[in-house]
DNA sequence: AGCACGCCGACT
DNA sequence: GTCGGCGTGCTC
């Protein structure tokens, strides 16, 4: 580095807390540092890593500085991605340390990975050659530098035979670099057999990951049309520039199967970036993302805070999926956020979906994005039969959920060997549960929902909240005995139905509150694709991601569960929900089936599912949203959280009215009655603001900050938005 | 976010 | 008489 001007003294330090800005800390004598460089700082009573950011670092009392301890041996945090944190912190109206502390999730990554023991081939020859001895020495002239054990075994010789050899002076000690998390992946490991329709969408999106400029492409393709391998030509050509990947997944379509797909391609897996990953390989990732070492990360949302050295595509599957929203802390969705860091680095992202968000088709039609369409299934794996079961014409027995329709075509199905699955999106046993002597109804006491019954654990839920108690005996209102009933249905007594008309037929439920995790789960999927079950009975995580090869019924329990749930983008997300779960049945070129059972069958959900004419009811959602002002086009643009009480929360609304423009266009919300809420958190209550424009409600905010009594610690803000267009 | 300080209930 | 609950406040 070139000393030219003198180091500064005092320099802005980013520090992982809530602070509005960076913390001036002095710059001990001999000591070098520049914007990015990770360094040790204390904080209090403690001492934290923080990122030196730019500026002078304002106005301290000098009193109060402290000097930095250490200053990392880690490669810096360049400019884009600084930039890229500033930016974030502005736009989700979070303090910029938040936003940095999600890149600093990897303390021990900090310090350079140590060098292994290894040993090295010498000039020198043993006194005499042995059988052993030959064996070893073939594979260490082949020049690669070992470690003691990995060449003893690798010769099939004892490893006395290697340490005489180095007494001897035939190998010498070194130390040899920390070993890869992954393979490097060759992007021309395979060529890929694409159809003609997957060709040209291939090429394409090589020609846009090819160049090291800001581009954003949809790759819009229904089920099964093959996008993953399309875009793996993408992630080839971005490799073959020298670009570091990055591919965010929701946190559940991050399996096994992803990486072997990957792995068949590129002959080695992507390093995997998730919150279940241990902390040990966790900061080996980080490291190696930061030196470069690792080429492409397969990653949930919080992958796209890693410290690329040289990231040069990032492409985003399933773009739809709410997973992509971070709800607590900073809010922010990955997918926009991923955009925002192409557009500062300059680098091409690839938004991938079969069903994609309306604001992205949005973007993409007006030409904001491009767009690249794969049209149909390939090969024999044809769309399944759709069809509607209007339950007011074919209602289920008295007490149960499933119509005969539904229940004669799973009896065809599984007499043919064949799979069935019973989609319900609601844990549980019942979603309400009450006394029928006096009507009292099970209510969370912190958060006013229902309370859902789970009868395999003997406790009412609360789904908003964690909230759990004992299901009692007697009603605590009025104390009668075994007057409780359930109300409603969730996927356990669907079960309970389902075992009732196929006693003799293999039963799985899978839902996220199966117990033994993430784990289990993935041996339950595989023991279904083995064909270890005859009737699956799951949640919205059957429909993610999953191939079953033998899944030729797919009933739909309660398709119109979620269309009026006062969400603004109920039905966008109900078409996506049931377009993916219907997507499992067919893959095989079997002849397949989805039926939905409904009491609207006159829906547009309905009719666009059934007919899978998804552009009409595309198009008319848009045009829906476009009149009704709503997100993602325009009124709906932040909300502010944290009361504990409605009264608390309505004086907020009092203070923000009074301060804001726009009087009338504060709604408030409590947790049970907002499903739009974002917030899991008790005693929370939400303002819903809407605005025209994002500024505005920086604005709204701000005053409501400014206004209120205790500006801070009592109020938060959080904003929750899908907008149209943010850069 | 941590972490310390600080002021009120059930226990060795 | 102490241990410990989490409310409030601060961190360059």
């Known amino acids: 580095m070139t000393q030219d001007s003198p180091a500064p003294s005092v320099v802005p330090v980013m520090v992982p807390m809530p602070a509005e800005r960076p913390y001036s800390y002095a710059v001990p004598p001999g000591m070098a540092v520049a914007p990015g460089s990770i360094v040790r700082v204390p904080l209090g009573p403690r001492e934290v890593a923080g990122i030196v950011w730019d500026g002078d670092g304002g106005k301290v009392d000098p009193r109060k500085l402290r000097p930095i301890s250490q200053v990392f041996d880690c490669p810096a945090i360049d400019a884009p991605m600084r930039r890229f944190v500033d930016w974030v912190a502005d736009y989700t109206l979070s303090p910029p340390g938040m936003v940095a502390r999600m890149l600093l999730r990897a303390p021990a990554a900090f310090d350079p990975e140590p060098w292994i023991d290894g040993i090295a081939r010498t000039h020198a020859l043993p006194d005499r050659m042995t059988a052993a001895r030959v064996r070893v020495l073939e594979l260490a002239d082949e020049g690669m530098s070992w470690t003691r054990s990995g060449l003893a075994h690798a010769a099939g010789v004892s490893s006395t035979v290697i340490d005489g050899l180095r007494e001897q002076g035939v190998f010498e000690d070194v130390k040899l670099p920390p070993r890869p998390v992954v393979a490097a992946p060759d992007p021309g490991y395979v060529t890929p057999a694409l159809n003609p329709d ?107 805070f890693l410290p690329f050295m040289e990231l040069g595509l990032v492409v985003v599957d399933e773009e739809h999926d709410p997973a992509y929203k971070q709800e607590d802390r900073v809010f ?103 006394c029928c002597v006096c009507g009292h109804r099970f209510q969370c006491p912190s958060c006013s929902s229902w309370l859902v019954e789970h009868r395999f654990r003997g406790q009412l839920v609360c789904h908003q ?64 694709a083995k064909g270890e079950a ?142 739009l809420a974002l917030i899991g958190g008790r005693h929370r209550f939400r303002l819903l603001v809407h605005g025209d424009k994002r500024s505005d409600i920086q604005k709204f905010v701000r005053s409501m900050l400014a206004a209120a009594d205790k500006p801070r610690g009592s109020v938060r803000v959080q904003v929750d938005i899908d907008p149209q267009s943010f850069l």
């Not at 080996?284 to 990360?297: C, F, L, N, S």
């Open 465 to 528: 909240c964690g909230h759990t108690e004992a299901r009692p005996e007697a009603c605590p209102s009025c104390g009668a005995l075994d007057h409780l009933i359930a109300c409603g249905p969730g996927v356990e007594r669907i079960a309970e139905e389902a075992v009732g008309h196929f006693p003799d037929a293999r039963i799985i439920v899978l839902s996220s509150d199966l117990l033994g995790g993430v784990r289990r789960l993935r041996l339950e999927l595989e023991a279904i």
């Open 198 to 304: 997957q060709a040209a969408a291939a090429s394409t999106l090589r020609e846009k990951a090819g160049q090291a400029a800001f581009s954003v492409t949809l790759l819009d393709g229904v089920t099964g049309s093959g996008k993953t391998e399309v875009y793996f030509e993408a992630i080839s050509a971005a490799l073959d520039r020298g670009a570091q990947v990055l591919i965010l997944l929701p946190e559940i379509a991050l399996t096994h199967a992803f990486l072997e797909r990957f792995q068949d391609r590129f002959g080695a897996k992507p390093a995997e970036w998730h919150s279940d990953l241990p902390p040990r390989m966790r900061e080996r990732v980080w490291r190696q993302v930061a030196e470069g070492q690792v080429r492409v990360v397969a990653g949930a949302r919080s992958a796209l």
């Open 332 to 434: 922010y969705n990955a997918r926009d956020m991923a955009i925002v860091r192409a557009h500062i680095a300059g680098f091409p992202v690839i938004l991938a979906s079969a069903t994609p968000s309306i604001e992205t088709r949005v973007n993409a039609l007006s030409g904001r994005y491009g767009r690249v369409a794969l049209p149909a299934r390939y090969a024999e794996a044809a769309l399944p039969d759709l069809k509607a079961i209007d339950m007011r014409r074919s209602p289920p027995a008295r007490g149960g959920f499933l119509s005969p329709v539904l229940l004669d075509a799973a009896r065809k199905t599984l007499s043919r060997g064949e799979q069935a699955l019973f989609f319900l999106n609601r844990r549980g046993y019942a979603p309400l549960t009450l």
């Open 534 to 675: 005859d009737i699956v009975i799951g949640t919205q995580l059957v429909a993610k991601g999953h191939n079953f090869p033998n899944m030729t019924l797919v009933g739909i329990v309660d398709a119109d569960l979620g269309l009026a749930n006062g969400d603004p983008r109920a039905a966008e997300r109900t078409f996506q929900l049931l377009s993916q779960v219907t997507g499992r049945a067919g893959r095989t070129g079997k002849k397949s089936l989805g039926l939905l059972q409904t009491y609207q069958p006159d829906h547009p959900v309905m009719k666009a599912i059934v007919s899978g004419d998804a552009e009409a009811f595309y198009d008319k959602e848009t045009d829906e949203r476009q009149r009704a002002a709503m997100p993602p086009f325009g009124r709906l643009a932040g909300l502010i959280v944290s009361a504990a009480t409605r009264a608390e929360a309505e004086g907020h609304a009092r203070t923000l009215r009074r301060a804001a423009p726009r009087a009338g266009d504060i709604d408030v919300l409590g947790p049970a009655e907002a499903p």
